[in-house]
């Protein structure tokens, strides 16, 4: 197969937190910009079980999704204090999780649970910023800032998305593992636990994962984990979905375009006792590593593409910066001064251009890559294979702003690629 890349379009992305010189204020706890206008800067702390919705107004018109059953679950950011101190980023915020229940064709009902968090419980523990969130760190004396590094909490603030593993529901972030949970109800589970992944440990020693999984056609999901330090790679995994646990065959739609059945994935055991929600406890489950990519300069990857026969890889120039952030942590730890967090982690580097990298989901091997301008962006729109040609679609921005999305974007973005 030949692949080619261009970008087809621009189009303009606008970050959801942009501070103004009369918006924002400095946290006392972190040194960082706080937001102190905006709707997505207002605390929701009310918990609603089992409400229904206001009814439909007459006169509306269109497809009223509730009349064909089912449900919608969604996370986000909710909580943006803790005690007396506020977080300094929108994703700061302890994730809260949404239900709306259209069973039956009846009215909608509503349910709202905070995600029981180890990162929650440690701020309600100190009445205060308790450990490490996206962009805020505790203020403590010097001793617990040597512990804080030598015992480092495992971050577990899921505020970003929500998936199904193997008939489980997780909420999960940028950062490993993720946190299950149960529907109808909402109610925490507790950390997703993973078995030793076939295909080797790299998953494992991964320091960031990709905040949005791709279905596939038999219930489970394509991930990515991004391995950062001595060795610089990315992780391609897959989690085997419910229908190969009972050799069915029935699955759920997949969300690459036009892909086929997995007809390649063998049926395999259990990873769970019946569906979530349904016990206390849950099995650990399995992760199938396929592919491992090495890279140069390791960049913040958010999301991937997935057609029927490849994964895309888009690495913006927005690289990890392994020395600004072992000096910013040193920093802290030495002085307690704010971490700069986002801006040592992270080094925008136009120079290097974007670089595009199709993956075979068969073998496992690099189909080919190829260098574009610089642009940045958080999501893929879809990936579909078209003739002798891969198309990945992506909504973006020239930048990343200074802390995307903590800042307007410069202009637009890419659009469009085909490969």
């Known amino acids: 197969m030949v692949l080619g890349a261009q970008w087809l379009a621009v189009m303009l992305v606008v970050g ?68 007396s101190e506020s977080f300094a980023h929108w994703f700061d915020g302890s994730a809260m999780l ?18 029981e968090s180890a990162n929650l419980r440690s701020h309600r523990k100190a009445d205060r910023v308790g450990c490490d969130e996206f962009a805020t760190s505790p203020r403590v004396g010097f001793l ?3 512990a804080h590094v030598l015992f480092r909490h495992k971050y577990d603030n899921p505020n970003v998305n929500v998936a199904r593993y193997a008939g489980r529901f997780v909420a999960i972030t940028d950062m490993p593992p993720g946190v299950e949970f149960r529907w109808p109800g909402l109610a925490t589970v507790g950390s997703v636990r993973y ?47 419910p229908s190969s646990l009972d050799g069915s065959g029935r699955g759920e739609p997949d969300q690459a375009a036009d892909m086929p059945r997995d007809g390649h994935t063998p049926p395999t055991r259990a990873t769970a006792r019946g569906a979530a929600g349904e016990g206390t406890v849950t099995q650990a489950l399995e992760r ?42 040193l920093r802290w730890v030495l002085t307690g ?31 080919g890559r190829w260098r574009a301008p610089p642009v940045f962006a958080y999501h893929h729109i879809n ?15 020239r930048s990343p702003g200074d802390v995307p999305p903590g800042a307007a974007a410069e202009g637009g973005g890419g659009g469009g690629n085909r490969r």
């Not at 605390?43 to 079980?49: A, I, K, N, V, Y």
């Not at 579909?384 to 992506?394: A, G, I, N, P």
């Open 288 to 329: 199938r590593v396929f592919a491992r990519v090495p890279t140069r300069h390791p960049a913040y990857l958010h999301s991937f593409g997935l057609s029927a026969g490849h994964v895309v890889l888009a690495e913006f120039p927005w690289h990890f910066n392994l020395g600004g952030m072992l000096v910013d942590g």
């Open 195 to 241: 078995q030793r992944p076939r295909g080797g440990d790299a998953v494992l020693r991964a320091q960031m994962s990709c905040s949005h999984p791709v279905r596939t056609a038999d219930g489970g999901s394509v991930g990515l984990a991004t391995r950062v330090g001595l060795r610089n790679e990315y992780v391609l995994y897959k989690i085997p979905g």
């Open 337 to 367: 001064r704010p971490k700069r967090h986002l801006e040592a982690m992270f080094t925008w580097r136009p120079d290097r251009g974007t670089l595009f990298t199709a993956v075979d989901r068969q073998t496992g091997r690099v189909a």
């Open 16 to 83: 959801l937190v942009a501070p103004t010189a009369s918006g924002h204020v400095v946290n006392a706890s972190s040194g960082a910009p706080v937001l102190t206008s905006g709707p997505w800067y207002q605390s929701l702390r009310e918990e609603l079980t089992d409400e229904a919705l206001p009814a439909v107004r007459s006169g509306t018109h269109g497809f009223v999704p509730w009349l064909r059953g089912g449900a919608l679950i969604r996370v986000g950011p909710a909580l943006f204090e803790a005690g």
């Open 383 to 397: 990936a579909f294979e078209s003739r002798e040609s891969v198309v990945s679609r992506s909504g973006g921005m």
């Open 144 to 146: 617990r800032r040597v």
């Open 98 to 115: 949404y239900g709306f229940d259209f069973a039956n064709g009846s009215v909608p009902r509503y349910t709202n649970r905070f995600v």
